[in-house]
């Protein structure tokens, strides 16, 4: 799905994430996860150089972010949101294919992420994009009791462009 494709397609941009975005985005993390990252933590992305996007709507609201690290050849997803309210409605699809598209870009052949084992909807958004599981990651995340797995989920970009997809 492309930005164009989503609703009121005329009214959605997608842009680099600033500084100014960081209240929107830590409340949107907020309200989507029992254990959201903090102001501070977005901050350090950004200063650390890590490329980082938000679709807006018309009004330059926030409704989708992302934020990922290139090391090496490979691109790591560290974060992906959509507005409560906007889920379901592609704007996460959309993120992720601008996200795999500058991996190409890039020359990344790998982009790998990691999910919480709970976060079935998220498994199946990856899944339909082509990633796959490679591993789990015993007690990665925090939990209301204890620790839950993560699943460690990679695309070969190299598969895509064997296999001629135009994810």
């Not at 560290?78 to 309210?85: E, G, H, K, W």
Request: with cysteine; proline share 2%.
């Amino acid at each position: 799905m492309a930005l164009s494709e989503l609703p009121s397609e005329s009214h959605i941009t997608l842009r680099k994430m600033t500084v100014a975005d960081l209240t929107a985005v830590s409340t949107i993390e907020k309200q989507s996860t029992l254990f959201p990252w903090t102001v501070k933590h977005f901050e350090d992305c950004l200063k650390a150089g890590h490329e980082a996007w938000v679709i807006c709507d018309n009004e330059d609201h926030i409704i989708s972010f992302t934020i990922v690290q290139k090391v090496v050849d490979e691109l790591h997803l560290l974060n992906i949101c959509v507005q409560l309210q906007h889920q379901g409605q592609g704007y996460g699809k959309a993120m992720l294919n601008h996200v795999v598209q500058f991996a190409k870009e890039l020359g990344s052949v790998l982009i790998v992420l990691e999910v919480r084992r709970s976060n079935t909807k998220a498994q199946s958004l990856y899944t339909q994009a082509g990633f796959n599981e490679m591993s789990v990651r015993r007690d990665y995340y925090p939990a209301e009791e204890g620790r839950e797995d993560a699943i460690l989920m990679g695309l070969d970009l190299r598969l895509l462009s064997l296999f001629g997809a135009s994810s």
